[in-house]
């Protein structure tokens, strides 16, 4: 009894220690050929600084669309464009929250040497 109430609390602490990031990017994208380390890359060719990625994903995240997409027509055509976000699934402030830790994770201006 002792082991499965452990075990319990384990699992329900991991469940609310996971950040806004890993909750509502990471369990989706899991699925998709493409890693979000590629798809953050292929934002910052496009759009090069941090403000201007971190803009360009906030509006592709609430408006998908096919023309502002940074991904290859190929992948468009394969996987095509995500469904937009609800506000109430994912407010304004949260989705800023899950952008800035993405930027965290995989910006490269403080690890190139």
Known sequence: ???????????????????????????????????LQR?????????SGEENVKVGLFHYIRYPHKDTSVMSKLFIETIGVKRPIPRHKLSDKDLKEAIDIYWEKYKVFDKIR
């Not at 798809?39 to 759009?47: D, K, P």
């Open 1 to 35: 009894m002792v082991k499965k109430v452990v075990i319990f609390i384990i699992i329900l602490s991991n469940l609310y220690s996971q950040d806004i990031y890993q909750k509502s990017c990471v369990e989706c994208h899991k699925s998709l050929p493409a890693s």
């Open 39 to 47: 798809m953050f890359m292929n934002y910052l060719l496009v759009y």
